[in-house]
């Protein structure tokens, strides 16, 4: 009797216990407060999407390290997460409420976290951010809460030697290429049948790049996402005449054979190959392709279909979230990293475009007259911000998908229509995003 | 397979308190080590099952500081309104019916030459069973560049004269490319359980049967398929719930695939609930889904039902 009670009695125990191990350990691994006073030093939490990725990592570090050296009341930790995974673990912190105290968010979610109450307005920076180009500057209803380092700009990457061949006008950021010119020039590359495609946008890509890529070309048509007035509805400019007509460019691109439907995953390769003439790209591509075709590479304005020609805006942005115990601590971080001279280490380490002309002037080729100058140009003149609505997500994969459909053979006008019920029917679900 | 026994004896009350005891204290001992996993599997998988039915009701999102508000039925009207959900519901039918029969065959077909007792038998269980261990992501992302237009498939059918489409961009025959490479990934796993229903039948029951004179095709149908009754069923059953749940191949090499050729039920709701930041949504199309393994299930169940065995 004795025996067998006991028996029951350990066996218990020992699941017991196993299972309040298994859950501790669990517990013990994540990360727990996001400010912790260690013997007067508090320390605050970085998180930032960079894992893997050297330059930007380095630069980043480097900044923290500096900050943590010159005071000594706050620490600052930095923890690198892989891009691919890092809104996924943000949102997930954010349920948990466990976010850190400063993160560095793609600019196009500011609105959406700001609105979810996960980030605090930045405040005290009103005249330092003045100097910032306005595209990294990441401001929703009326406040600002968050900066970036460099900006980048979409190009169409071509060649001299390929304008010189085939006759085809040298564009300027003052006289970009008009729509009709640019089918023109396509028309002459394809006939020559020395290319295997006239062009390549990149639509093997996915995710965001459908509408960071493609969105500026539907608004260089005179279309747009959502009507930017009151963000209420998408009705008239993304099923409008405008839209269409970009909707019907868009697919006969790939159906007359002047870009592949589906590129292969490495556009820039291809081109660097001597695949395509006219790559639609970002200025990230300068490097790899200066280094192959040296002087002869040439970065063109967007193509003004009719509005202008436009490419998009924003890139990483760094803020603060509203858990944090800390807040001056963390503005205190973020006034300091803002300085010109962190700016330009950034945006060398990246080669992308700085943000501001101070720091423009001490990153070698960004100097006006420099060789990457042209980008800072492009993005001046020609750039539109992603709408600016915490709606911003669902907008973007409804038009990717859109986008892609249209691609693929759908009918513009049906598939563009339902895409503008469904996001008018998410804005009015989330009561237009009032706070 | 159960007798009826002759329960003629009665057994002495001592004898039957006795084993009562024993059942009672091996039965506590069971609970006991059976509650630690019962416990996590009611906090993970139960309980959010029921709570993803409630969400279902609900206007719930992703990120939001509004909290989420109960909505009645709108979001079951908006899914069966909705032509990608229709679509959806379509292909997942569509590839269960399609991979069930073919890839059972196919793995039964294997197993049998598997099961043959010459030379070699070992090297070819490893290499058939080799692509179920590898990543369903890798084996996406190696069929995603072998189906491109001018990938290794076009180039091999180019050498026997055939101009092969676009397989991935073309409706037609987009969800076909898919349905390729998940028999060529999954087929070893069921061969392997194929492989050991074959191996339970006594082999005096073929010597019979060629002894009374049966030709090959003669003893498969009447030795080796009766004796396989269970192993099938619980193929079966197996590769419906594994076709139905179909989403890593979609998500990778189509998301959702051209015109909505590809996409499945399992997709559309990560799609909306994650990327599109609809829970609650999410959540509707998760209840239809469990609704529709479950009843699929049932119906198996009874078509299968053991008919002469008594409880």
């Known amino acids: 009797m004795l025996k067998r009670t006991a028996r029951l009695v350990a066996t218990t125990f020992v699941a017991a216990s196993l299972m309040l191990s298994v859950a501790a350990c669990s517990k013990g691994g994540a990360t727990s407060t996001n400010a912790a006073t260690a013997g007067g030093t508090q320390t605050l939490t970085l998180w930032t999407h960079n894992a893997g990725n050297k330059g930007e990592l380095g630069a980043i570090q480097q900044v923290v390290d500096d900050y943590n050296a010159s005071q000594t009341t706050y620490k600052v930790d930095l923890q690198a997460f892989p891009q691919d995974s890092y809104n996924q673990s943000v949102v997930a912190a954010a349920a948990s409420k466990k976010l850190p105290c400063i ?76 729509g009709e010119e640019f089918m023109a020039a396509l028309k002459k590359v394809k006939d020559s049948g020395d290319f295997k495609y006239p062009a390549d946008m990149a639509t093997g890509w996915t995710g965001e790049w459908w509408p960071y890529g493609y969105s500026p070309q539907l608004q260089a048509f005179g279309g747009d996402l959502i009507n930017r007035t009151d963000y209420k509805s998408a009705d008239g400019v993304l099923n409008g005449d405008a839209a269409i007509k970009w909707a019907n460019w868009f697919a006969g691109m790939a159906k007359d054979g002047y870009m592949p439907k589906k590129s292969s995953a490495d556009p820039a ?66 006034k300091f990293a803002s300085a010109d001279k962190y700016v330009a280490k950034v945006s060398a380490d990246t080669n992308n475009i700085p943000t501001t002309d101070a720091a423009a002037a001490m990153v070698p080729g960004f100097e006006p007259g420099g060789e990457n100058d042209v980008f800072r140009q492009i993005s001046k003149k020609f750039t539109v911000m992603r709408p600016e609505t915490p709606g911003y997500p669902f907008i973007a994969t409804t038009f990717g998908k859109a986008a892609q459909d249209i691609l693929n053979g759908a009918d513009p006008k049906t598939t563009l229509d339902q895409a503008v019920k469904d996001i008018d029917d998410n804005q009015k679900a989330n009561d237009y995003f009032q706070q | 397979m159960s007798t009826v ?72 009207v908006r899914l069966f309104t909705n032509d990608t959900f229709w679509k959806s519901l379509l292909n997942t039918i569509v590839f269960t019916i399609v991979i069930v029969p073919v890839q059972s ?206 409880r």
Not at chain 2, 6 to 30: D, I
Request: charged share 10%; with cysteine.
């Open chain 1, 103 to 178: 993160l560095d968010i793609d600019q196009p979610n500011v609105a959406n976290w700001a609105w979810a109450g996960y980030l605090a307005p930045i405040t005290g920076m009103d005249d330092i951010l003045a100097k910032y180009l306005p595209s990294t500057v990441a401001k929703w209803n009326g406040k600002t809460y968050a900066y970036g380092y460099y900006d980048v700009a979409l190009t169409w990457v071509t060649r001299t030697s390929i304008l010189k061949k085939y006759g085809i006008r040298v564009p300027t950021v003052d006289q970009p290429w008009t």
């Open chain 2, 105 to 310: 065959g196919l793995a039964l077909g294997l197993a049998i030459l598997v099961n043959a007792k010459v030379r070699g038998t070992n090297f070819f269980r490893t290499v058939y069973f080799l692509p179920v261990v590898t990543s369903m992501v890798v084996v996406s992302m190696l069929w995603l560049f072998m189906y491109q237009p001018d990938g290794l498939i076009n180039v091999l059918l180019a050498k026997v004269g055939i101009t092969g489409p676009d397989w991935l961009g073309d409706p037609k025959t987009a969800l076909f490319a898919i349905i390729v490479l998940s028999i060529w990934q999954a087929v070893g796993f069921h061969m392997v359980i194929w492989l050991s229903g074959l191996q339970t039948i006594p082999a005096e029951l073929y010597e019979a049967a060629s002894i009374d004179g049966a030709g090959r095709w003669q003893q498969f149908v009447h030795v080796t398929w009766p004796g396989l009754r269970q192993t099938s069923i619980f193929i079966l059953i197996t590769i419906t719930i594994a076709a139905f749940s179909l989403f890593t191949q979609v998500n990778i090499m189509t998301q959702g695939g051209p015109l909505d050729s590809t996409s499945t039920l399992v997709y559309m709701a990560v799609f909306t609930g994650f990327q599109q930041q609809q829970t609650g949504y999410a959540a509707a199309i998760s209840l239809v889904f469990f609704a529709l393994v479950l009843t699929v299930s049932l119906i198996q169940r009874y078509l299968t039902r053991d008919k002469g065995a008594t």
């Open chain 1, 269 to 334: 390769a291809d081109f660097m190959n001597g695949k395509s003439a006219f790559l639609w790209n970002g200025s990230w591509t300068a490097v790899p392709t200066r280094e192959k075709f040296g002087d002869d590479v040439l970065f063109a304005p967007p193509v003004d279909f009719g509005n202008g020609g436009k490419i998009g805006g924003g890139s990483w942005t760094w803020g603060y979230s509203t858990g944090c115990s800390s807040p001056e601590g963390a503005l205190d971080y973020l």
């Open chain 2, 5 to 76: 026994e002759a329960a003629t004896h009665p057994a002495p009350p001592v004898v039957r308190a006795h084993s009562h005891k024993r059942n009672r204290r091996s039965t506590s001992v069971a609970v006991a080590m059976l509650v630690p996993a019962a416990v996590l599997m009611i906090t993970f998988l139960i309980i959010p099952i029921f709570l993803t039915f409630g969400l279902a009701f609900t206007n719930a999102r992703l990120i939001s500081p509004v909290p989420a508000r109960f909505v009645g039925f709108d979001n079951f």
